[in-house]
């Protein structure tokens, strides 16, 4: 019954995903051209161009939330999740859209409806998702709409897992009973010690899954649930009893008979995403270079008036899996200033006066637009910091190096 409800819940999100997509596309064009350019006749001229477009949007973005996963059941998922992929996949298909736009001509379109489409298009959609989430916890929290599971265990991960799914009442699980040691969960019903795992017990045709939540010293028992739940075809989920150590991100890696469990993926390990982001930099560095080269001249100049020296200051970074380049950065202090690891301060000595002044405005971080370029750094990321700074934050901070 859960299986058929979210099908169908799935395709109405899509549909109305496409709508949302056609009506942002629309509604941002329509406004550049009559609020903005008032320049009805441009939208005359090609009401077919902006369908067929509208259209192109709304098949793509569906496409892409279906590989972001985000008509998948929500139940224990956060917003976000939602957000994040949201922005994401709006944001590829905008900027690819655009760029197959503008190379081929295909239409007259501006840039800045485009970046109001990606706008609209990403609040009402999530807009959307939210009240969709809004409407399943409270229906949830009345008791429709809810997953029957059996849980497999007794012990303290069990108990961990019954605490939780009381607690929260909008992921609309509900347990019927639980295999294991009678007595040992409180007003839970007991459906049979261990003996019971392979029963009947399983074939209840109203269970939506089995959560197996055991302890280190029951793991044996595995095999024959897992056969258990094969036979009756009911969804199985296991709780490991490491569970308090395994992040929310894992992923499971395949080494011939060898499983193993990769506690610190992150998105950047894929490399589809690692090569969307690569080319987010090369692409948003090279312009940022062309636009920001009449101030860059500027720091030039006046870095050459303001004292002897060199122009670019370099300094020895870590960057990603620890390894060393050196960032570049405008010289703001005087060549003979003694070298100092830690960080200036505001009423720093060893600063010239053009160089205070970039400080304050930050002109002298824009040659760093070079290290983003190289693959140095990345625009979007953590700062790079100097190595005996590291070496401390490591120490002292926790994840740091994550």
């Not at 799935?10 to 550049?32: E, H, K, P």
């Not at 992040?247 to 894929?270: A, E, N, V, W, Y």
């Not at 002044?357 to 625009?379: A, C, H, W, Y």
């Amino acid at each position: 019954m859960i299986k058929r409800w979210q099908r169908i819940l799935n395709q109405i999100n899509r549909l109305i995903d496409f709508f949302i997509v056609v009506a942002s596309y629309y509604g941002a064009t329509c406004f550049w051209l009559l609020v903005v350019r008032q320049d009805p006749s441009n939208i005359a001229l090609q009401p077919r161009n902006l369908f067929i477009f509208a259209l192109i949007f709304a098949f793509a973005s569906v496409f892409g939330y279906q590989l972001a996963k985000l008509y998948d059941s929500v139940r224990g998922k956060s917003f976000n999740f939602d957000i994040k992929w949201v922005l994401f996949v709006n944001a590829v298909i905008v900027l690819g859209g655009g760029a197959i736009l503008y190379l081929f001509r295909l239409i007259d379109f501006s840039r800045a409806a485009l970046a109001l489409f990606y706008l609209l298009s990403s609040v009402l959609v999530l807009v959307k998702r939210l009240l969709v989430r809004v409407v399943l916890s409270r229906y949830r929290a009345k008791g429709y709409n809810l997953k029957h599971v059996v849980l497999v265990g007794s012990g303290a991960l069990a108990q961990k897992y019954k605490n939780t799914i009381v607690s929260a009442p909008q992921f609309g699980y509900t347990i019927d009973g639980y295999i294991g040691k009678p007595g040992n969960m409180g007003q839970l019903p007991c459906l049979g010690e261990w003996a019971a795992v392979g029963t009947e017990v399983l074939s209840n045709i109203g269970l939506d899954e089995v959560v197996v939540a055991l302890e280190l010293e029951q793991t044996a028992l595995l095999p024959q649930i897992i056969s258990a739940t094969e036979k009756y075809g009911t969804k199985l989920s296991i709780s490991p009893y490491y569970n308090d150590y395994i992040p929310s991100s894992t992923t499971i890696q395949t080494l011939g008979d060898c499983k193993l469990l990769s506690l610190r993926t992150t998105p950047l390990d894929f490399p589809g995403n690692a090569l969307v982001k690569r080319l987010f930099d090369i692409v948003t560095s090279l312009i940022l270079i062309v636009i920001t080269s009449p101030v860059m001249l500027f720091a030039v100049i006046g870095t050459l008036l303001s004292s002897p020296g060199p122009i670019i200051f370099q300094q020895t970074r870590v960057g990603k899996n620890k390894r060393l380049f050196q960032m570049y950065k405008f010289r703001s202090m005087r060549v003979n200033a003694e070298e100092n690891t830690g960080w200036t301060k505001t009423d720093d000595p060893r600063k010239t006066r053009f160089g205070s002044l970039m400080r304050k405005t930050s002109i002298d971080e824009l040659p760093q637009f070079f290290n983003v370029l190289k693959g140095d750094m990345s625009l979007i990321g953590p700062r790079p910091e100097v190595p005996h700074y590291v070496e401390q934050f490591q120490e002292t901070i926790p994840l740091y190096m994550l």
